[in-house]
């Protein structure tokens, strides 16, 4: 893996560059579509290039169950089996596998759980979580981490930290290409995050993942964490931000210097008829919207809106016409595809703070406005 | 509208040609995909244009509930609505409504019926069913009729086409080159089908659908009752058998002379997993594919085919990932407007008869092959 930086923002950390992986390269900052089960939902291989999207995510833990990493692997590799021949991050399971709270038993070994399909007995050990990865055949691998809950005691964080630490000692850098990044936790404690980078940084990765945020803590504090971990980190290798964000929470996080980014938000929101736009979210089920003959957006230019009205995606949602969610997933993603461009120019213009501006009117998904 | 016919088979009825519409020409023999409520389900115009689809079926009942054929005028017509800018062909809805054989009220007025919606009173009459067809702005119009269940009384049959008879009288044809097709009702009886065709064909409409079958009835049946019926109709305007069918009804009814026809098989079964190939049909969920590399019908060039191994589809349905519905159903279509370039090349080249052996071995989705 090879990270090229080509202009930094002159007032704050922010930086554009290229990524290069054993199955081509992407620009950064980047956005990573989620494609949890080897499909980015409602979305085929096709439309995601016509978003403009460079590299996607894949969940280790759902894939290591079904269909199962040996199979894909038999399959020929991720990227063969669902057609899309880009590069692909796969996570580490930590955070799927923590999320089973009542499943799980841990130890310094490695974690055991209870397969939230079918209850079956399995165990991720720091080397189980890179052989699946292998196996998956994905070009940018995380290790086994032990992300803490939000609140959390720091005494439970220090542990975690720990034992983070432990599994990434464990943890050989592969081969032909692939990267394995180092994941920093901590959760909201600066001397922990300072310590977990140091800890982390002994081993020198190809990149470093911000762990443990987007856990339901406030957006300052996500922003501010981000901020000073960013801070810590080597300036010549890529910095991940797992798991954020909204358009406000990429910006920010961006002028922290963060270079990559995933988050289920633009299909989630898609799939459940929340389209964002240039004006703001839009919730396309709303009775307003039954005669409005614009697009979901006219100021975007993706196969959604140029092909159909509000009115017509309104119909959609309520008579549960599959193309409603898959147009307006396509209409979120290249959304956010528009606002990493915008984020790239913005950084070789210096107009970083003037896009801020305006995705904090247009672009956080305010509770109040989604539930209503 | 004007049909005109390019080649004729030398030993059966069978013809191909050409019809003009408002919204461009498609060629006969043709196959229409069913998008009850403004969308053919899982697919995109793009996506319908790519498997080559001239024409495609709307439901006047179901678009007359939802969303209002005054609200789909006001947004435009249909075309414009969904999207699809070549021709459209729009049901009578009398074949819904005689559905809801406990909900409807039947007079020489019309219909009343309880919408299976809402339960809201709607009364169709044969000037209301063509001011719907009106607004929705469709090319191709059927009018009201009273399809017979099967099995059935014959004097029912008569009745039904006596009531049938004085509708279709009360119906004139539209302007601004729409074509009010005239609909053949009489059931398995062929005396009242000869009595039905003469009476219809009293007011010359442009074409005439062979309605009340693909009831339940058994394929030999349909197939003589076709035959028997298209025979009786004018050699000079289009025959289209209404709801049928497999591949192997449709090479029959070509050979009887029928050239339009409409069915929710391929897409139906799409969405539940099975794939028409050129080697039979075959189910995706089927454990013996979780290892099969093979495209769903090698033989195919559709973009499922092109792209995906049965392997991932098999677990795109098991996972419920949308892309499995969506490329299945692409496939199926696909694999239909082959079927119809294939048919009609074998109308001008003889080999009708050959193409029917061939649907007789892997066209028919038997019922024994569908539930196992």
Redesign the interface.
């Known amino acids: 893996m090879n990270f090229t930086i080509h202009a930094r923002d002159s007032t704050t950390r922010a930086r554009t560059g290229t990524v290069e992986t054993p199955h081509g390269s992407y620009q950064t900052p980047v956005f990573m579509p989620v494609g949890t089960?080897?499909?980015v939902?409602?979305?085929?291989?096709?439309d995601l290039k016509a978003a403009g999207v460079e590299i996607i995510l894949g969940n280790t833990y759902h894939l290591s169950l079904?269909?199962g990493d040996e199979?894909v692997e038999?399959?020929?590799g991720l990227h063969r089996?669902?057609?899309w021949d880009r590069p692909i991050l796969t996570d580490s399971g930590g955070y799927q596998v923590f999320s089973l709270t009542k499943l799980r038993k841990i130890s310094d070994e490695g974690v055991e759980f209870r397969s939230h399909i079918d209850g079956a007995k399995v165990f991720f050990s720091p080397e189980r979580v890179l052989e699946i990865q292998r196996r998956l055949g994905s070009d940018i691998w995380m290790p086994l981490d032990e992300p803490s809950p939000y609140p959390c005691e720091k005494a439970d964080v220090e542990k975690a930290a720990l034992r983070t630490k432990k599994w990434w000692d464990r943890c050989r850098q592969p081969t032909d290409g692939r990267a394995l990044f180092g994941i920093v936790q901590g959760a909201i404690f600066p001397d922990l995050r300072k310590q977990c980078v140091e800890q982390i940084a002994e081993n020198d990765p190809p990149g470093f993942s911000i762990g443990g945020l987007s856990m339901g803590e406030p957006a300052t504090v996500l922003h501010e964490i981000t901020d000073l971990t960013a801070a810590l980190l080597p300036d010549s290798k890529p910095r991940y931000l797992m798991g954020a964000g909204t358009p406000v929470d990429i910006v920010r996080a961006v002028m922290s210097g963060v270079d990559m980014f995933d988050c289920i938000l633009p299909t989630r929101f898609g799939r459940t008829g929340w389209a964002f736009t240039s004006e703001g979210i839009l919730k396309i089920r709303n009775k307003k919207y039954?005669?409005d003959?614009k697009p979901v957006d006219p100021a975007c230019k993706c196969?959604c809106c140029l092909?159909?009205?509000r009115?017509?995606l309104r119909?959609?949602f309520?008579?549960n016409?599959?193309?409603g969610?898959?147009?307006l997933s396509i209409h979120n993603v290249s959304f956010y595809m528009e606002l990493m461009r915008r984020i790239r120019q913005g950084i070789r213009d210096g107009r970083l703070e003037e896009l801020l501006k305006e995705v904090e009117v247009t672009g956080p998904p305010l509770r109040g406005r989604l539930e209503g």
């Open positions: 089960k080897a499909a939902k409602t979305m085929a291989p096709g079904r269909p199979s038999r399959l020929g089996f669902m057609a039954e005669f003959e196969p092909q159909f009205t009115a017509y119909h959609c309520r008579m016409e599959i193309i969610v898959r147009m």
